[in-house]
């Protein structure tokens, strides 16, 4: 067998070989404060990447960041039932303001200092952004508000998992208020697009635009809807959702306007967001038995030169030809900017300042010592096909942007193929049921992958999907239309869901 | 009296004018949340200006990104002596993760739900971050660490002020980790520059670049350093600072190393911090009876176009016309990146059109209507001078960049002689407290401004101070070795400070 970077594989145990993929590309830690997270600067760098194409993509569409208060004050949160419901049971609480010494000279909550209304760190901010622009709205003329707000969020959570679920974690929050249904509808299907055109573009990843079910709705939502992936082990990720809250929050919160006639209406709100949980999705998707693969698009780095020389006449030949190159291949256009290049001159052995490039997942890694310039070539190795090859130094500044492109387009090819090849299209529960039994004992985890089924919202159904620990992911927007038989009730449907195990 | 936009005015009452600016440049909000802000759209993005500079400078310094948890255990809190005395009065503490319905049917934290430890809202993260490199350090090799975060901190407060003091505020935090106590040194001063560079050349604002005195040091800091500037009032305003924190955060959290010999070594550390304050600094340093001036090199646009038309046929001539200058402007470098120009085609009457740019601090207003397209001009306006003439429109694109330079080289030097012309070096105890003497019995803040004057440190010197509400803002830098005598104590001394009344 093959020695791997990684141990242990995906096909021997996929969920610590997600663990031990973070900690060999350095991406992040757990943190001795429960359930946080410490993102460490590569890790770091790929949120900021995503934050900076998203924001752009934010901006082109219309909006603006903002910023609002970290706490909600618990009658907020109340003012919308289902949405108080939703997050009572996972939230940080703030009671006091201050610390004294105890009896026993410890320092405690000081008993003086308790807050007479305590503070929820927020969950979510649907509450304390709509009592803004209650202030803010009067007229149709104020419509619509178009803010978004990059933001920590927590939500107490038991189990963690890095990335995937943290109490607290980082996100983006849009919040928006339209003067009618429709073109809050609109709203929300211009930003679940936003999300998968970034998910597919940047990510490299295929998702689903989908409708959420009845049960799975944001806490206060009309409708929700978002982008379904399937990860290597062939399990959904929810990696974006798109909340049309209809007049829920506006009521709740008194986001009212006088409309043209001067009659007094209340506002249609919209709320969206992707969060941290996009650098797991994004490593569950590319990532292999040596590590992080990074499409290049949202890579910190494109490629890493590492000089070889043996002795110090060797070096001062060596290291002048690799700044130059750097220069060179840095001042070539990628996409929205410009190719990003690091050298590795660190004095360590070259074996192993490549398999470090390889496990954070670089896209190209190229070798550089006097032999390679003699023949003013760099020997050239790319992350993703493991291909190793002498290029000319020419050939590889002009066409790296096409090489970059390659790479990214070829990841979002296999990706896509492995979710086709895992996806069936089931019309009977016993076909259903065998789709989702584990393959073996000790790996409940694989199973078939997604199933496109005829269904009915129900009781019924929800139990015995929870028996089997499957859930409804979606319901695709693109469908044929097609008359069908749910498979659980044999009830008449109109549309088929996307059944997979989720995270 | 010429009519201003913003009443009252600076001279009538200083922070009264200072909310009022806020207000009509719609820069942020209080919160319902107690001591809260809401930062709105426009103040932000003059934050995300700020933000995009430093971040850019932190890292052609060396330094990485890197998030941290929002929450720190009591106990490492605890772990430094002073830092703990510092921050435990005001902080707001989480003692519960539940929610859940009283014997009144309201919610309330749940008592089954109590934390074991209470969690602190970050004021400041020493104490975390020291725990993880404590972790991350083994060998000199591993050092120095560099590493920045941008985060939210809440210090509880109860008088707040926008921007300037409140509980929960935006930052940046550089904590950093070196083997020796030069390299510790070295970096902090490099960031002081770093600060007094950008105050300078970005918010076009005089700083001074001086050491703290004892009684004004960051709780567990060695030394600390700080940036000063004189606002509009002649108050001081600490625009940023930076702490050689010495052996202090590594002994309490057990940041080791083994040097080159094999000896387990104390690391040395350092923080700096600039934070949303810095968006009131820039408003108070250069703004005016008419609202907000802002220095080009921060303001989210420099430019606006103001088309010009009283029918259909006027307007299908002057919007492409606007459009296309719009096109050509920006495709001006400006500095690190090109013009941002904004069209403003709201159908509202001119003059409310102008002063809501005024008021939002502009650079420049450019009006076009059908007779200056006739003469291929615009009418173009400087907020910071209030100058209004005919341009050429090649002129225009082509002298931009210069234009924009002038504003901004302008605003520094009005903002500096503001500062020498309020500034004295006093030698008599009489001389300075007449300079600190109120003006009037109803302006109580307006006094002399900066006093340069020789001291010492001691609790005569601090009673006397605080009776007249006078502080030492800094040991500056920068100053002629002298000796001299204190002015309160007739004590020599080696050096002068500068004092000054506060924010």
Redesign the interface.
Known sequence: MAKTAITPTRADDYPEWYQQVIKAADLA?V???RG??????WG??IW?NMQRVLDGMFKATGH???????????S???KEADH?EGF?????????????PGADG????DPAAQLDE????RPTSET?IG??YA?WVESYRDLPIL?NQW??V?R?ELRTRLFLRTA?F?WQEGHTAHATAEEAREETMKMLGVYADFAQDFMAMPVIKGEKTAGERFPGAVDTYSIEAMMQDRKALQAGTSHFLGQNFAKAQEIKFADKDGQQQYAWTTSWGVSTRLVGALLMTHSDDDGLVLPPRLAPKHIVLLPIYRNDEEKSQVIPYVDSLKKELEAQDYVDGKVRVMVDDRDIRGGEKNWYHIKRGVPLRAEIGPKDIAKNAVFLARRDSGEKKGVDRTELVSSIGQRLKEIQDGLFTKALKLREDNTRTIDKLGDFLAWFTPQSEDKPEIHGGFANCHFTEGPEVDELLKKHKVTIRCIPLDQPAEMGTCIFTGKPSARRAVFGKAY
Do not use: G
Request: aromatic fraction near 10%; charged fraction near 20%; charge should be positive.
């Open positions: 830690e943190s001795p404060v946080c997270m410490v993102i460490k600067p770091w760098s900021e603006e960041n903002a910023y609002f208060p970290l706490f909600i004050p618990l907020f949160l109340q108080v009572a049971k996972e939230c940080a609480v703030v009671t006091h303001h201050r610390l004294k410890k320092l405690q909550p305590p503070l929820i760190v304390i009592a803004m202030k803010i933001a920590n927590v107490w607290e980082l």
